[in-house]
């Protein structure tokens, strides 16, 4: 609270109340509760997949034929599978492996949709038509069918199969980053910046660089759900990552056969998956309609 002195009128006190837009950011938990309560599901995920070790009942891989296809118990809360390995522990498991692709697999993807959306949006002439022929070309198929495609080439495996879902996701991020340079290339303060007699590379690291960033960031929040659903669903068709490793869509494929008298040997992993790739939506979408530039310009 301050107080404003004016001649001869009495002191009126001025109260500092916080702006609109910063009472807005803070109360966006309060504002949005399906994004918290998203958030905090995505964040039980994430500490199941560090502390796995730790809270995992049992051994993910020790195969213990004396309990196979056994029903959920209170020893084995999610049943166990037909090597009688404990589900619910291959689930904590299983989210350590889908979390580790689905981040560093958009990680990938976001590095080379940067380098080519920079390159498509600054180069202009054939360079640019090359360019943008071959980002329609990524685009033309599914990322599903172009991560098969890639695993048919680099073999099967978690790393493989992160470079493979990383690669056929450098698409709609060289779109996106382009579209935001085209954008940014005709502002006067960069004609303003080459006037000046500025390195065009300095121009890109200083001003352009940091314009297109931002909202290459919130896609990758994006899409990291649609990575995991890619790398679960290569695992599902048996060209991903290998056995025993504890992956949801091994473990999906692997229950099937037994799904009318053995239904939580699927169940269970789908429903992980499906509660995660939920939340990181949300979480997403949320990050997007919050923070993203041109809606927050738009509303």
Not at 53 to 82: E, R, Y
Not at 98 to 125: E, K
Not at 258 to 272: N, Q
């Amino acid at each position: 609270m301050s107080v404003q002195m004016t001649k001869g009128v009495a002191a009126v006190p001025i109260v500092d109340t916080p702006s609109p837009a910063a009472k807005s950011r803070r109360s966006v938990f309060i504002r949005r509760p399906f994004f918290t309560a998203a958030l905090l599901v995505a964040a039980a995920y994430v500490l199941a997949a560090i502390f796995a070790p730790f809270v995992a009942p049992f051994d993910p891989v020790k195969q213990d034929f004396n309990v196979m296809m056994k029903a959920p118990t209170v020893v084995h809360w999610m049943g166990t599978d037909s090597y009688g390995q404990d589900i619910l522990s291959r689930v904590i498991f299983g989210a350590r492996y889908a979390l580790i692709i689905g981040i560093f697999s958009v990680m990938i993807g976001a590095l080379g949709g940067l380098i080519i959306g920079l390159a498509a949006g600054l180069s202009g002439g054939w360079a640019e038509w090359g360019l943008m022929r071959l980002i329609d070309a990524i685009l033309a198929l599914p990322s599903l069918i172009l991560a098969v495609a890639f695993i048919a080439i680099l073999g099967q495996g978690v790393d493989k199969v992160v470079i493979a879902v990383g690669l056929s996701m450098i698409g709609p991020f060289a779109r996106t980053v382009r579209s935001d340079v085209m954008q940014v290339r005709v502002q006067l303060f960069i004609e303003a910046a080459q006037l000046m007699s500025i390195s065009y590379l300095r121009v890109i690291l200083r001003h352009v660089l940091p314009n297109v960033i931002f909202p290459l960031a919130v896609q990758v929040t994006i899409r990291v759900s649609e990575a995991i659903l890619v790398s679960s669903s290569l695992s599902f068709l048996g060209i991903g990552v290998t056995p025993p490793t504890p992956d949801w869509g091994l473990m999906i494929a692997e229950g099937r056969d037994f799904v009318s008298f053995a239904p939580w040997m699927s169940a269970m992993p789908g429903f992980a998956l499906a509660l995660l790739l939920i939340a990181l939506s949300i979480v997403g979408d949320g990050v997007r309609e919050e923070f993203d530039p041109k809606l927050r310009r738009d509303s």
